[in-house]
């Protein structure tokens, strides 16, 4: 039976969503205990290294995702690309990514998600990209950081920044706040339940760069309600065990103890891409 969005926001906060490619990577990932996972042709680290042009998922690799676990599925659509996003929830996906990590396909335009049933999650690198994603209907924010390197540092920048700006938001006098969600281009109400509520109305995930327990521990300490992780898990020497060890991080990201253990002995780690060596910048999409 299909999971109304209440239960699956339910079940996916504190949790991890892991990118699979195929139905073997995805029953690892529901057996180390990932939330939902993430269904595409090519982890973003291969994207990245690809080039080119990067389009949704063929429905038929994804449909076989689907029938595998039981966990929900998500999958990514090109920003702007309201067809792929029609195509997804016409094959039943339980959550839609409107992505970065592919090619855009609009550079002004998002996709206008409240004309869809099915929920999606949006990249954002400060509030007001947050907010105007909401507006647009998405259900969940995660930090775009700069996915396909394990360099965890735009994430941790994206999130900061975000958090940094809740606090602000919330620090400033009623009559503030009308020049404040003018200034981000947002609609009064969200500003206002920022400054009431000190969070974001959705779910608020981190993701980009996440390749070990700490790193993901790293970003529930700083405020993320989950973690996204893409190529650190399938591009690393263990996969089955890193995806475990992680899994346990986010569960116990409040004790060292029981980090420091699940980091033990989990193979080499993906090699990962200084920002200093990033040609291309997916976060800037």
Do not use: W
């Not at 929900?72 to 992505?99: C, N, T, W």
């Amino acid at each position: 039976m299909k999971l109304t969005i209440e239960e699956i926001h339910k079940n996916l906060k504190g949790g991890v969503i892991m990118d699979v490619i195929n139905v073997e990577q995805a029953k690892i990932a529901e057996k180390a205990g990932a939330k939902a996972v993430m269904a595409l042709e090519r982890v973003p680290a291969d994207i990245r290294a690809a080039g080119g042009v990067s389009r949704m998922s063929d429905p038929k690799m994804i449909k076989e995702i689907m029938k595998a676990v039981s966990i929900p599925v998500m999958a990514k659509v090109r920003i702007g690309h309201f067809v792929e996003a029609q195509v997804l929830e016409a094959i039943g996906i339980d959550y839609i990514d409107e992505s970065e990590v592919l090619s855009p396909a609009d550079n002004e335009h998002h996709i206008e998600k409240k004309n869809f049933n099915t929920p999606f999650v949006c990249g954002a690198r400060n509030l007001g990209e947050a907010l105007r994603r909401i507006s647009e209907g998405a259900s969940m924010i995660r930090t775009k950081g700069e996915a396909g390197t394990g360099d965890v540092v735009q994430a941790v920048y994206h999130l900061r920044t975000i958090m940094k700006e809740i606090s602000y938001c919330a620090s400033l006098k009623e009559d503030e706040l009308y020049h404040y969600a003018k200034e981000m281009a947002v609609d009064y109400d969200l500003v206002k339940y920022v400054h009431d509520n000190k969070k974001i109305p959705v779910l608020n995930f981190s993701a980009g760069g996440v390749a070990t327990p700490q790193d993901a521990a790293l970003m529930r300490q700083l405020g993320a309600e989950g973690v996204f992780v893409g190529s650190g898990i399938f591009k690393s020497g263990d996969p089955e065990k890193r995806a475990k060890a992680i899994v346990k991080a986010v569960e116990n990201y409040n004790n060292p103890k029981i980090i420091a253990e699940v980091s033990e002995d989990l193979g080499e780690a993906m090699v990962g891409i200084n920002e200093d060596e990033i040609k291309v910048i997916m976060a800037n999409r």
